[in-house]
């Protein structure tokens, strides 16, 4: 079965840049997307197909993807973007796997 | 601009099953493909299911394979999860969500809280 690897937290200084992993055997092979989610509250869609923004998210919300690792960058991070965030792909034998999640620390 | 509404919060008995609605308005069902995603309380994600267009099937988490059943009505726009023989690891939230063709799910409903307690 497919597995995606995330660090359990992120922490960063109000206003500088997060980078956000999600780890997979060739993960650039496949389309990764990024939820954000708050407590009590449903995920959100950030980053689609690995780099693609949904309407409504802001463009310091970007994403990158290859070989065995996929990166979720905010950049101005503002104290509103303390979430926690999932990688996501569409794996063939799998079908939908969700990494572990990454609670990100706006200091 | 599709909406999804889920029914409200369940307590269940272990052994039981429970049946959880997803209501979509803004579009009609047959043009969607819904999912069902939970989380257990302080967890992650866990994809269980949801239908697959490119094969016209329903698929399904092998993890819950036997046990979870995803139905849908049309002609309510009304999605359906049933979970059976329910056990404590089952108590979640339990979230409907659309999957935009062939990539992410894109939109969410608000959950529902399914507690599993003798």
């Known amino acids: 079965s497919y597995e995606l690897t995330q660090p359990l937290s992120v922490s960063v200084a109000l206003g500088q840049t997060a980078r956000i992993t999600c780890g997979g055997n060739n993960i650039g092979s496949k389309n990764v997307h990024w939820y954000q989610q708050k407590p009590g509250q449903a995920p959100v869609l950030v980053i689609y197909r690995d780099s693609n923004r949904p309407s409504g998210i802001p463009e310091r919300f970007s994403g990158s993807n290859s070989g065995n690792t996929a990166t979720l960058t905010i950049s101005r991070a503002q104290a509103g973007d303390e979430a926690d965030y999932y990688c996501?792909?569409?794996?063939?034998?799998?079908?939908?796997?969700f990494g572990g999640g990454t609670k990100l620390t706006v200091l | 601009q599709v909406q999804l509404v889920q029914s409200g919060a369940e307590v269940k008995k272990p052994g039981a099953s429970v049946k959880v609605s997803c209501k979509v308005s803004g579009y009609t069902l047959t043009e969607l493909s819904m999912h069902w995603v939970r989380q257990a309380p302080g967890k992650g994600l866990e994809w269980m299911g949801g239908f697959d267009p490119e094969d016209g099937e329903t698929i399904y988490a092998q993890k819950f394979q036997g046990r979870v059943t995803m139905t849908e009505d049309t002609s309510t726009d009304t999605a359906y999860m049933e979970l059976s023989s329910l056990r404590s690891e089952d108590t979640a939230v339990y979230y409907c969500?659309?999957?935009?063709?062939?990539?992410?799910?894109?939109?969410w409903g608000q959950g529902t809280m399914v507690t599993v307690s003798s």
């Open positions: 996501q792909v569409w794996d063939s034998s799998t079908a939908g796997v």
């Open positions: 969500a659309t999957r935009a063709a062939g990539t992410a799910f894109d939109i």
